[in-house]
């Protein structure tokens, strides 16, 4: 006797074909959520990084307008805090640990069909 899915693929390919559809929908969709997060830590890496270096060079004309003029102004010490600001939330941002469950919703989704098959070959052979 043939295991259920062969007569179901024989009867009803066009179920199968479904199935296989929703597969590719779930696969987009969980490799779409990966990259969204990738994407978000590569971009706050790389204004972190960019930050930085801007704040080190603020600070750098801040020290010689400083010792030029020899007087201090505040708007020596907040315009590269600004920049160093935005470098440590976007450092932040880009190092904190994230809760993904790569492709997760798959994997129960292939084992819940793995289940179904064992059940439905016990089934039959019962």
């Not at 201090?72 to 640990?97: D, K, N, S, Y």
């Not at 819940?112 to 098959?117: G, H, K, P, S």
């Amino acid at each position: 006797m043939l295991h259920p899915i062969f007569s179901t693929v024989l009867g009803h390919p066009e179920l199968i074909a479904t199935h296989v559809a929703n597969y590719g929908a779930l696969v987009r969709e969980e490799a779409a959520e990966a990259s969204r997060v990738l994407v978000a830590r590569l971009v706050a890496g790389m204004l972190a990084a960019v930050s930085a270096m801007l704040a080190l060079g603020l600070i750098g004309v801040a020290v010689m307008l400083g010792v030029l003029d020899g007087r201090f102004h505040w708007v020596l010490v907040v315009v590269p805090g600004v920049a160093i600001l935005i470098a440590l939330i976007a450092t932040f941002v880009a190092a904190r640990p994230t809760e993904f469950h790569g492709f997760s919703d798959l994997r129960a989704q292939l084992d819940a069909d793995v289940r179904a098959l064992h059940l439905a070959g016990d089934h039959d052979g019962a």
